[in-house]
């Protein structure tokens, strides 16, 4: 079992820059897979961003070059930098963890971008 805790939302204006964290109650360097995800209302779930345990990286479309991923392991959090937020950027945004086939969620960190 792995309990996942988002933080770090908030309201920003459009532009604008947030910092969102994953804390993990284990070690995130023994996951398959960690990542977020983001819904927006009305909408699909959707990846935003993610790595595997062999260290490939991969971002949506939509956020490449705005957006980086990474990780402490010291204090297992993960992290989503997000800079130039647009509007369409408004959602909840949710961890995700893959260990040993299992999936695991976080209950999201609501992201606003609004003026």
């Known amino acids: 079992q792995v309990k996942l805790v988002e933080s770090g939302g908030g309201l920003v204006q459009p532009g604008g820059s947030l910092r969102v964290s994953c804390s993990a109650s284990?070690?995130?360097?023994?996951?398959?897979?960690m990542g977020w995800y983001r819904q927006a209302p009305g909408k699909q779930r959707e990846l935003v961003a993610v790595?595997?345990?062999?260290?490939?990286?991969n971002y949506a479309a939509s956020v490449k070059g705005r957006f980086t991923l990474f990780g402490d392991n010291g204090k297992n959090i993960l992290y989503l930098q997000m800079n130039s937020l647009k509007p369409e950027d408004t959602a909840i945004y949710l961890c995700?963890?893959?260990?040993?086939?299992?999936?695991?969620w976080g209950q999201g960190t609501q992201v606003t971008v609004s003026s």
């Open positions: 995700n963890v893959v260990k040993y086939g299992y999936t695991y």
């Open positions: 790595i595997t345990d062999d260290g490939n990286l």
């Open positions: 284990s070690n995130i360097s023994s996951m398959d897979v």
